[in-house]
Nanobody, 127 residues
């Protein structure tokens, strides 16, 4: 069973930056699509960034495009989410997730078909 653990969340002021890390154990190389999601109280889980390892294609939600960057080093079983110019509306619990493949933005940023999830790390952005 693949296990994912997020870290790096915290509290920052608007305009600040955070880097989230997701560490995988028992990772299988057949799992080619890596994603980051977030969820605020009362809202649905939202896909914010994903990468398809086969060709390096990245996907971002419109709300974070240009501010967030996903990267991975699965040789070290690790993926990252660099978050810059944070806004109060970025406040949420952030989750990493992995699935077999994703060749469209809908698949990459849709939570439904991801196979493995971490427990989340809280990000709070204040004004």
């Amino acid at each position: 069973q693949v296990r994912l653990v997020e870290s790096g969340g915290g509290s920052v002021q608007a305009g600040g930056s955070l880097r989230l890390t997701c560490t995988a154990s028992r990772y299988r190389d057949t799992l080619r699509c890596l994603g980051w999601f977030r969820q605020s109280p009362g809202k649905e889980r939202e896909g914010v960034a994903a990468v398809f390892r086969d060709d390096g294609t990245t996907y971002y939600s419109d709300s974070v495009k240009g501010r967030f960057a996903i990267s991975e080093d699965m040789a070290e079983n690790t993926m990252y989410l660099q978050m810059n110019n944070l806004k109060p509306e970025d406040t949420a619990m952030y989750y990493c997730a992995i699935r077999t493949y994703c060749v469209t933005a809908t698949a990459a940023l849709g939570a439904r078909d991801y196979d493995y999830w971490g427990q989340g790390t809280q990000v709070t952005v204040s004004t």
